[in-house]
């Protein structure tokens, strides 16, 4: 069974969002396993320095790569990163699974996104949308697209 890691910095604070995220944890764990890591991002300012800024994604980015299942095939949400349909997407799960990968890892970073090592280490940088979300919307966001990858690969109906 694929074991799937997401490593959170912040936790969700919405009952809602929260709610929506263990549907899907629910709904995926017959197929997968399904950790999710939550690390407590860096303190900062209200107005923080890019100095600031930096040396917080650094910090953030020891306990990210702690969290990094060993032989994982890693994936960074970043606004850089490609999008995908949810095809494609469903593709991107599968062949990680052809070529070996029982784990895969997704890390959604803070609201100042991801230190460029994160990104670097990553096998595929991905982003969500063109459109800005809430990184913790991101989280419930992407436990859908999970689900809905599985079912595509499956050939479940949820997809249609």
Known sequence: MMKITLICLGKLKDACLRGACGEYVKRLRPMCSV???????????DN???AAISAALSAES???FKSIPARS????LCVEGSEFSSGEFADSIKNGAVKGAGSLTF????????ADTVKDKADVRMSVSKMTFPHQLARVMLLEQ???????????????
Do not use: M, T
């Open 107 to 114: 890390i959604i970073g803070s609201s100042f996104g991801l």
């Open 146 to 160: 999970l689900y809905r990858a599985f079912q595509i690969n499956g050939g479940g109906k949820y997809h249609k």
């Open 35 to 45: 950790d999710i890591v939550e690390i407590h991002p860096s303190k900062l300012p």
């Open 48 to 50: 923080p320095s890019a």
């Open 73 to 76: 095939r890693v994936y960074a």
């Open 62 to 64: 020891a306990l990210i």
